[in-house]
């Protein structure tokens, strides 16, 4: 007989959270501008916005922070940290950022010349910013399955090789400075890469003295899919195959706050002495002084424990079966997500959703506003508003995968916000032809879904579901 699993953990600490009135809503997602971004979190019930610093900590990393030594220079929670890193990542230097992007702002601005391009498993928004920012032009080499909501490639992170090999040629090596790969990849619904693929995309690179930086946010994630889905890993521990992604690569950026269980903290890892000379140097101006980069000393402590959680089997397990729990029960109801299920998070597949609802439309954001709106339930877009415009033309980037993403806090809910989440979508599935549209109306120039602002494309019209319902109730119940 197949057995449950449960959580590796018992609950020491609550925060209340509170339901909202339909009115409430209504006020707080016009305030908002229709971006759930913008949204108060107070006026959130369960906040599926990101994975992103939102993961609850251990008693052990909160009584770590107790043992913060925030002397200027030289703390020793940054050798704890660099002790983690070498134990469990095995890159030779450590660059703490204040988060990811700290980090893939001193690897852009140091490796990467005006006119370069970078090769990337689909684009990340602050990296391809950060690249971009450099002068340099991201360039997407991933297979094509990973554009496809409805492939169940196990492993639709992969690089496509016969990509890479093709720009190499035409570009030229010396006009690409790395392979950026992404672990995990957010974008594609948190899409792992396989051993192989890792293995022979750097094999390539390397024959042609291309680096390979791995965007590791996500790698013990990634390494989890690996021993689930890729032949020879099933006995391998989480621990063992990160260690063994890490040797194909060169180097790796990293946010802490996602797979390291904490809410702030960011690093560059390297093998290469110079870079790090060059990273420490620049991190003094852009981070921090090279031992506390942006981040506390209790922050590098809290870190340093996380991680060595973040590798325990038992921890990986509960944390994927969460989200496989959440997207199964979707599936059930007919919602039509991202296959197969990622790591951090369900996407839905808003183009299927709302197919009446063109593109230019911004559906995936109109679904994330209905979403609130019937439930307080938050999730985020992950469609053409992030996509943004093409540096070039400055026309809307209109890509393939239009999504709505309902992301995964790790350690934070029950299986039972699971259950109000999945009510709440298939409610709005079942009448979601009463859904419009958005036109945006305001548009910040640099990653502007954070910041763009929303208005209904007719009266109210993305009101009129619940406008049908009586007020009072958070959560909506069907039948
Ligand atoms: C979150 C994230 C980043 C950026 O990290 P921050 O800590 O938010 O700056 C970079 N890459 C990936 C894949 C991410 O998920």
Known sequence: MRRCWAEPFKIKMVEPIRTTSLAER???????GFNTFLLRSEDVYIDLLTDSGTSAMSDRQWAAMM????????????????????????????????QGRGAEH?????????????????????????QELAGGRFHDVIIDEAHDPESEHPFKGNVDLDKLESLIRAAGASRIPYLSLELNVNMAGGQPCSMENIRASSEL???????????????????????????????????????????????ATISSKKDHLVNIGGMLLTNDDELADEARNLGVLFEGLHTYGGLAGRDLEAIAVGIAEAVQDDHMHARIGQVEYLADRLLAA??????????????????????????????????????????GVRSMERGAVS????????????????????????????????????????SIYDERRRIHGLRMVCE??????????????????????????????????PS
């Open 26 to 32: 209504q006020r707080a997602l016009g305030a908002a």
């Open 67 to 98: 043992l913060g030594d925030e002397a200027y220079a030289g703390s020793a929670n940054y050798y704890h940290l660099e002790q983690a890193v070498h134990r469990f990542y095995g890159f030779k230097h450590l660059i703490p950022t204040h």
């Open 205 to 251: 690179c390397h024959r042609h003295d291309i680096k390979v930086y791995l965007d590791a946010t996500r790698a013990i994630e990634n390494a989890w899919f690996i021993k689930q889905r890729e032949r020879g890993y099933a006995d391998r521990s989480v621990a063992s195959i990160l260690l063994e992604i890490c040797t194909h690569a060169d180097g």
């Open 334 to 375: 007919g919602i039509p997500i991202v296959r197969p299920t990622g790591g951090h998070g369900v996407f839905i597949d808003a183009r299927r959703f709302l197919p009446h609802v063109p593109q230019q439309q911004f559906p995936a954001q109109a679904l994330a506003a209905e979403i609130y709106l019937d439930s």
């Open 387 to 426: 996509a943004g415009r093409h540096p070039d033309t400055g026309e809307n980037i209109m890509p393939r995968l239009e999504l709505v993403r309902l992301a995964i806090p790790r350690r934070v809910y029950t299986q039972a916000h699971m259950d109000v989440t999945c009510e709440s979508i298939a």
């Open 106 to 130: 001193l690897l852009s601005r140091i490796l990467i010349k005006p006119g370069d391009i970078v090769p990337g498993n689909m684009y990340f928004t602050t990296t391809k910013a950060h």
């Open 444 to 477: 910040p120039k640099r990653l502007r879904f954070f910041q763009a602002r929303f208005e209904p494309l007719r009266d109210a019209g993305s009101l009129c579901i619940a406008s049908r319902r009586p007020d009072g109730a958070a959560s909506s119940n």
